[in-house]
């Protein structure tokens, strides 16, 4: 069983209901039948990460995230990142440094190291413009990125080497998504998942953060059992996020399924409430979804 937990449904800027950051569950038995998951995995992990994770570790079913009152950050195997965005990056530097010293072992004096994933160019990046102010130094020598993450760099280009797989059943590959433009389409990385149950054929899909883009993933849409896609909810001349106006267009049995997520603090006001009935709704926060038994 894969289930995914939203740490946030917020935009950016939200407030009310933190950055758009997912946890993933791989079970063997599934929720309730041992004390965690089998493995798991974060799907971004921005500025208000560690505050919402810390709230979900108190909520019945996550107490396997808490160690004696904080977060017990060795409990996240896997970190996928989509893009650079603080949003989406903001909270990994708490989690390195917990890590390698809140949660070091004394005995064999090593950090604990969960997986970072993404493709090269973003876990480049990451550390040269986003990580290596913070995390560079350590007692007696400069670190590297590889100092607090094991990596797995994807190219989603290459067959074979354009995903990962969660307890040998769960393959997670990505796409390119068209969030930001410099010059052309897709220039500057940012990706979404397409999950897959190998042993069933079943699948889940999840946006990321994308401009409108239907026609790049429409086949993985109509396919996945159910959909998680990003919303902007009130328009402008040059969105980088996907309008709802846009997703109304969707064909209905796709919009049915699919489940909207990355809005701002608003959306609960009055004017957005046939999403209910237009789509599968608003994603709720910190609530397990089982998207693949």
Known sequence: MLTLTFLGVGSAFAKRNYNSNLLIEAWHHGPGTQSGPDDTLLVDFGSTGPLALYQLMQKPGFTYLEHNGIINYPAIHKVFVTHQHADHIGGLEEMALMNAYVYRDPARDKAFKPQIISSLSILMNLWDHSLKGGLSVMAGRYALLQDYF???????QEAGKDGFSMLKRYRFTLFPTDHIQVQHKFDWPSFGLFI?????????FYSGDTRYDYPAYARMMERARICFHEVQLVGEPAPVHTLLSELRTLPEAVRRKTHLYHFTDDWDTGPFDSVREEFAGFAVPQQRYTILD
């Open 150 to 156: 094991f990596i797995l760099a994807l190219n989603h």
């Open 196 to 204: 897959e149950d190998v042993q069933t054929g079943e699948s889940a």
